[in-house]
């Protein structure tokens, strides 16, 4: 598999799920794991440190609230990981964000925007690091692209 797409809890599902759907529209291959970061450590440790060998490209983690995942798969890893910030109820999803974010130097996270452009946006990013190796994944992103650009001129008509 080209990703490995890993939330915090079965409860990110639905937000990861938009996520899932653009990684198999645009042909990248992936598969799908529920790591909790505080429920599950030594699976999460295990996880990253195997990633590699798994033949693994790209990390894609999502979780809420104080969201230590991404950040402890990137530590326990050096393939990229990509960090979706699940929007919670209680702060909307800043709490997300911001733990995911703000890693201190030396462990990067790309960390996307909250909600359903950062869950779409990091499928996106995945694709894109997967394309400078992959023409079909290249291809079907510009695609995407161009069927994006052609839907926003097209929607001038609306004014009229
Ligand atoms: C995080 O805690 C998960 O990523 C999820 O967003 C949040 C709540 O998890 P549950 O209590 O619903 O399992 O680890």
Not at 70 to 79: H, R
Not at 106 to 123: E, L, M, R, Y
Not at 136 to 159: C, F, G, P, W
């Amino acid at each position: 598999m080209q990703v490995a797409l890993v939330m915090g809890s079965i409860s990110d599902w639905p937000s990861v799920k938009q996520t899932a759907d653009l990684l198999e529209q645009l042909h990248v291959s992936f598969d799908k794991h529920v790591i909790s970061a505080h429920r599950m450590p030594q699976e999460l440790q295990a996880f990253g440190q195997s990633a590699k060998d798994e033949q693994y490209s790209v990390i894609i983690a999502a979780a809420g609230g104080a969201a230590h995942l991404p950040g402890m798969l990137a530590a326990n890893t050096t393939l990229p990981v990509i960090g979706v910030p699940i929007q919670t109820k209680a702060l909307n999803g800043v709490d997300s964000l911001l733990s995911i974010v703000q890693m201190p130097t030396g462990i990067p996270v790309a960390t996307v925007a909250i909600g359903n452009a950062g869950a779409k946006n990091a499928a996106l990013l995945a694709a894109e690091i997967i394309a400078i190796t992959d023409d079909d994944v290249n291809t079907q992103l510009v695609a995407y692209r161009d069927k994006q650009t052609k839907e926003a001129i097209a929607s001038n008509e609306q004014l009229q």
